[in-house]
């Protein structure tokens, strides 16, 4: 049975792929029988299932997964399977996709600004019923589109409230969110026209710091304090994040019970406590095996670069876990070093500094696995140069995180 097919930029692959994992090959056999000269992108299906059962069962609120972060319908069954029945979604095609696969889903719009013709469609032909809003402009536009519709008095509106920047590796302070004061007038406004209230807010993404979310609590306290009106839905967003070299988080229970306390504090007995993690859940379940064309020094010139799957190893300058492939010829050296990579198209921005450790003698015709790319990889490949190729094939490895310690402990697993 043929478990891969060949997509081109961000087609989604369609296929559902087997349930028995005897079924699937291993990323050494898989290279080893095929030799493929484009990238390969490694889907964990069990990975991904045993990821979101650990959030769900470890949370205790409702968790809507981030559906930007990866949109692979493969991903969306696998984190439905372990009990996802939430999705965030920031466009009309992320909202078809999810609805098509799953028609009793729960959908939430959350991008807080939005096409007009986007509200409407959600919300007449796809069930939306959740819309997220920081403006008075964004707000009117939600209520134009749909409060005439609204018969049955379903409508919920989440307030999303900036941040000051803080310590995420990727701020996201600048772009959304009402400050104070005008999340105050919001959550007035929106209230009358509301069967769902809400407050939300994103402390940014891969936030290490699990004293962020605290934080943010104490200012969410403060607007609820001051707006005084009832409130049933408080978001904590995402950010929520995972290993990398040089980067090893808190354990997630460190995440959640900061959260956990920060919503007792607010003494909202009736509100729901929502999460929108993306990375992890899905960083773990993918990687993607790329073969190195050229050596240059201490430079690797591979199949893959920032206008594929690896944008964030070149914007900003994410480092991820490595491994070498060779099927054949000498064992590698067991002495590594630090090396770059260079992308394959024409564009000297196609740079990732690294360093990423390998064997010292890694060379053309090599192939290199490169782990945690389940999350913000496959998504953002582009066409640019033509090099917009690439398969996605299902394997029954373990995640390949770099580090034995994050391996998926059998509870989970199970």
Excluded at 11 to 32: M, S
Excluded at 262 to 271: C, D, Q, S, V
Aim: glycine share 10%.
């Amino acid at each position: 049975m043929n478990l891969s097919r060949v997509r081109v930029a961000v087609t989604p692959l369609a296929r559902r792929f087997p349930a028995a994992a005897a079924l699937l090959p291993t990323v050494d056999a898989l290279i080893a029988q095929e030799r493929p000269e484009e990238p390969v992108h490694c889907f964990r299906p069990e990975a991904a299932v045993a990821a979101a059962r650990g959030f769900v069962g470890a949370f205790s609120g409702k968790v809507l997964y981030a559906v930007k972060c990866n949109p692979e319908p493969a991903m969306l069954r696998a984190l439905h399977a372990g009990g996802v029945d939430d999705f965030d979604c920031a466009s009309i095609t992320e909202i078809a996709l999810v609805r098509q696969m799953f028609p009793e889903a729960a959908i939430h719009f959350m991008h807080p600004v939005k096409a007009r013709g986007a509200i409407r469609s959600a919300w007449a032909q796809h069930g939306v019923r959740d819309f997220a809003l920081d403006s008075a402009d964004e707000l009117a536009k939600i209520l134009a589109e749909v409060r005439a519709t609204d018969t049955e008095g379903t409508l919920g509106l989440i307030v999303r409230l900036a941040l000051p920047k803080g310590g995420a590796v990727l701020d996201l302070s600048g772009k959304f969110g009402a400050a104070a004061e005008e999340a105050v007038s919001l959550l007035r406004a929106a209230r009358p026209h509301a069967a769902r209230l809400g407050l939300s807010f994103h402390v940014g993404s891969q936030c290490l710091d699990p004293l962020a979310w605290r934080a943010a609590l104490a200012e969410v306290a403060e607007v609820v304090r001051r707006a005084d009106v009832a409130i049933e839905v408080i978001d904590v967003g995402g950010g929520f994040p995972v290993a990398y070299p040089g980067m090893e988080p808190a354990p997630l229970g460190a995440y959640l019970a900061e959260i956990e306390a920060g919503f007792e504090r607010l003494r909202l007995p009736e509100a729901e406590l929502w999460a929108e993690p993306g990375r992890a859940l899905a960083a773990g379940a993918g990687s993607v095996v790329v073969q190195v064309l050229h050596r240059r020094g201490e430079a690797l010139y591979i199949n893959d670069g920032v206008f594929g799957s690896l944008a964030d190893a070149g914007t900003l300058g994410f480092r991820y876990p490595v491994r070498l492939i060779r099927p054949q010829g000498p064992a590698p050296s067991r002495r590594e070093i630090g090396f770059s990579f260079f992308g394959p198209t024409c564009d000297s921005a196609d740079a990732m500094c690294g360093p990423f450790f390998l064997p010292a003698d890694a060379g053309e015709g090599d192939w290199i696995e490169i782990g945690q790319l389940g999350a913000y990889g496959a998504c953002l490949r582009t066409g640019f140069n033509g090099f917009d190729r690439a398969r996605l094939v299902a394997v029954r490895d373990a995640p390949f995180t770099g580090s034995p310690a994050l391996a998926l402990p059998t509870s989970v697993a199970a």
